[in-house]
């Protein structure tokens, strides 16, 4: 059986259960923690907290220096979209899609998403000079119908720790994945 | 121009009450800024085709963008020596586009003596609620010298 192009990797119910409990992904973040990316990711946001521009500010609000936002975990465990050894674009390829590792990396006979809750716990402030990982495990699948069609709300764990092996925060992403009742092929 | 010198306590917090909102309006040259600084460069959130492809009436919003003004919410209005636990259940309900003015808003629920505040916080736009969230944060219990 197959679908209409999509996202997402496509395979069987069994092949998706395959995956149940693994490492799924294990992205090293492209940059490290520094200065100018937390500007710019400020900026965009009209944010001006002292703790993540002004050493004096952030020791004095009771961290070690400069402290990144903590949602910047998002940014600092991205990978790379093209890093050297990797073939160049040509014309005509697909974009590249920001990596979500139940979307695109575990087969599902779905080749539609989308997110539906997400959780994120914080237990570390990042530093400048830190580099951040980002290790994904599928944790659950629940099969369900909706009115969008058939499919099943995978649950993403990521874990993203800092160079020192600390967990930095837990995010817990549930995507439903499906496939739409007109585009399944027999 | 918010006072960083400005500190609240867990003595400040009243359940029930409002915390200060922010506003920004969502232009396309907003979200390429944004998509530049957080990096989810998916094609949804800055082009309209393909934002119009998916049920959105224009390009839209991502997650980061949306989580990170819930931070500078929470932090302009927690200080520099509150600290966020956790921001969770976060649903979106409908898309954040080109030509909104979106708001960031919130409400404390409830307070505990350690220091931990929980707060239902959400996004709107001029006609309805697009996400909703709970967040956890922790502020200092008294002023200290």
Redesign the interface.
């Known amino acids: 059986m197959g679908a209409k192009p999509g996202w997402g990797k496509w395979g069987t119910w069994e092949e998706t259960e395959s995956y149940l409990g693994k490492v799924i992904g294990v992205a090293e973040g ?1 940059d490290a923690v520094e200065q100018g ?1 937390i500007r ?2 400020m ?9 993540h521009l002004d050493d004096a ?1 952030a020791r ?3 961290y070690k220096g400069v402290t990144a ?4 975990i ?2 600092y465990g ?1 990978p790379a ?1 093209w890093q050297s050894g990797d073939p160049h674009e040509q014309p005509g390829a697909e ?4 990596p979500i590792p139940v979307i695109f990396d575990v087969p599902a006979p779905c080749n539609l998403s ?9 237990f570390a402030p990042m530093y400048l000079g830190d580099r951040i990982t980002r290790t994904s495990r599928l944790v659950s699948i629940k099969r369900k119908t909706l009115r969008v069609g058939d499919g099943a709300f995978l649950r993403q764990e990521d874990t993203y720790t800092n160079q020192h092996d600390e967990v930095v925060a837990i995010v817990n992403l549930d995507i439903f994945r499906f496939v739409a009742p007109d585009d399944k092929e027999d | 121009m918010v006072d960083w010198s400005r500190q609240i306590t867990l003595d400040d917090v009243v359940v029930g009450a409002e915390i200060p909102e922010i506003s920004m309006p969502i232009t396309l040259q907003r979200l390429v800024m944004e998509a530049g600084s957080n990096r989810d460069l998916s094609l949804i959130h800055h082009n309209r085709e393909v934002a119009q492809s998916t049920g959105g009436a224009d390009a839209y919003m991502n997650t980061f963008f949306i989580i990170g003004l819930f931070e500078r919410m929470l932090r302009e209005w927690m200080g520099t020596g509150g600290r966020l636990k956790k921001i969770g259940s976060l649903q979106m309900k409908s898309f954040n586009v080109v030509g909104d003015v979106v708001y960031c808003r919130g409400k404390v629920t409830g307070k505990q003596d350690d220091g931990t505040v929980n707060l239902d916080i959400r996004m709107e736009n001029e006609e309805r609620v697009t996400v909703t969230a709970l967040a956890v944060v922790s502020l200092p219990l008294h002023m200290t010298a």
């Open positions: 492209a990316t710019r990711w900026e965009s946001k009209e944010f001006d907290c002292p703790i500010a004095a609000a009771g936002p903590d949602n910047m998002f940014t991205l979209y974009p590249r899609q920001i989308f997110a539906s809750n997400i959780d994120i716990e914080y």
